[in-house]
């Protein structure tokens, strides 16, 4: 069935790193992909996302291009603050029986340390 | 500017107890839905509605049940809670069900014991 894959945490990374979270998907149809953060204690807000293939969804610093032929999502960031400790969930929204559902994959947390 | 509100924050239950999660938006979002966040799982849906008076079930909808009678409230029932409802519970919402932004609330962390 259609579902989401993410890397699995934890990821430490030093302030001012480098930062790729992978995302891949399956899907039947074109489904339109998302990444989603969520800071300690509060619910998931919106970071970026994409509608369709080739698509560069980008926010604060954070990319992710829709890449239809590796059926991924990754997110990437050039140089990560202390700020930007968080969970990163990837999702897509795929219609099934006639719903329109958003899936999330599991979720990374990432740690930047000063 | 309030958004998306649950209540409460925190919760403890014992077994066999019945509570309702409430849910509010003042956006008039036709679509709402709630998820359950259980460590290493994600988030998984239990159940949403694409608006007044129209609900179904989700991935985990056993021991749930929600009613959608304005556009406004989605609240989420408990009907006998177990140990296996431990977890922070999430409402979302977003304008339809085709619209791609969901909004969430700050979540409800329940306990049962």
């Known amino acids: 069935g259609d579902s989401v894959t993410q890397m699995e945490g934890p990821v430490t990374l030093s302030e001012e790193a480098f930062l790729t979270i992978n995302c891949t998907y399956t899907?039947?149809?074109?489904?339109?992909l998302f990444w989603y953060v969520q800071y300690p204690g509060e619910g998931l807000q919106l970071l970026l996302k994409?509608?369709?293939?080739?698509d560069k969804g980008s926010n604060k610093g954070f990319e992710a291009t829709y890449r239809k032929e590796t059926t991924s999502f990754h997110l990437e960031k050039g140089s990560v603050q202390v700020s930007d400790s968080a969970v990163y969930f990837c999702?897509?929204?795929?219609?099934?029986?006639?719903?329109?559902?958003?899936?999330f994959g599991k979720g990374t947390k990432l740690s930047v340390i000063p | 500017n309030a958004g998306v509100t649950q209540t409460p924050k925190f919760q403890v239950l014992k077994t066999g107890q019945s509570m309702t999660l409430q849910c509010a938006q003042d956006?008039?979002?036709?679509?709402m839905s709630w998820y359950r966040q259980d460590p290493g799982m994600g988030l998984r849906l239990i159940h949403y509605?694409?608006?007044?008076?129209?609900?179904d079930q989700g991935e985990v909808p056993n021991g749930y049940n929600v009613s959608r009678s304005t556009t406004e409230d989605f609240p989420l029932r408990l009907l006998s809670a177990a140990p296996s409802q431990t977890s922070v519970y999430f409402c979302?919402?977003?304008?339809?069900?085709?619209?791609?932004?969901?909004?969430f609330g700050q979540g409800t962390r329940l306990t049962v014991v």
């Open positions: 979302a919402s977003r304008q339809t069900a085709l619209n791609t932004e969901a909004f």
């Open positions: 899907a039947t149809g074109y489904p339109s």
């Open positions: 994409a509608t369709k293939a080739d």
């Open positions: 999702a897509h929204l795929y219609s099934g029986a006639g719903s329109y559902q958003l899936t």
């Open positions: 956006m008039n979002h036709e679509y």
């Open positions: 509605s694409v608006g007044a008076g129209i609900t």
